[in-house]
């Protein structure tokens, strides 16, 4: 018990009166405790979460409503190279916009310029990465993935074949579905070779 000194003492009730009493002595710390388990819970939360949407293999094709993938038996498991995607409307390389399917159906020539210049670049790209990081096995093999849709014209998917071999991409290998077989039902994206 704390000593105090003599004097007029005041009742209880204003006891904690600032004017009358000791009240500012008498207040609560404004220091508030951190509730540790609700914490960990939220991050074990969001770990998994992080876990669950993320994918070890990596999305190699993007499958957009666009193109529907026609479906093979024979296939093999896609691999990370450039992808050249062909939908009704447009052609693209990763992504890039080259060309409208209506503009290259009206021309005549074999090849696409914008894709050959496009597939020439990355290739650089490709070769310069690994001659910085001095890897012998960085050797450019010169595969390609062709996505298109199963209703594009023959002409198109010549030019565009055609072009990337120009480029120096001679493995082209096509984006298919799995045929659903009687015994297994699973439909997923893969490649299939030339």
């Known amino acids: 018990m704390a ?22 002595a008498n207040k ?4 508030a405790d951190l509730l540790i388990t609700p914490l960990v819970d939220m991050f074990v939360i969001i770990v998994l979460f992080l876990i669950a949407n993320f994918s070890a293999t990596g999305d190699v094709l993007n499958i957009t ?5 026609p479906e093979a038996v024979n296939v093999k498991d896609i691999e ?19 060309g409208r399917v209506e503009d290259l159906s009206r021309e005549d020539y074999l090849n696409i310029p914008a894709l050959e210049e496009k597939l020439r670049d990355m290739k650089k790209q490709y070769e310069d990465l690994h001659a ?12 390609v993935n062709i996505q298109g849709d199963k209703d594009i ?14 480029a120096g991409y001679n493995n082209i290998n096509f984006a298919t579905q799995t045929a659903s077989a009687p015994k297994t039902g699973e439909q997923q994206a893969s490649v299939r070779g030339l």
């Open 28 to 31: 609560k710390a404004s220091n």
């Open 132 to 143: 910085l990081a001095n890897e012998e096995s960085g050797k450019f093999k010169g595969d």
């Open 65 to 69: 409503k666009d193109i529907r993938l």
């Open 153 to 166: 014209q023959y002409k198109i998917l010549k030019r565009v074949m055609y072009s990337c071999m120009t």
């Open 80 to 98: 990370l190279v450039p992808v050249v995607m062909i939908s009704n409307e447009q052609v693209l390389v990763s992504g890039t916009v080259i």
């Open 3 to 24: 000593i105090e000194t003599p004097g007029k003492r005041f009742g209880k009730r204003l006891r904690h009166s600032k004017v009358f009493g000791h009240g500012h």
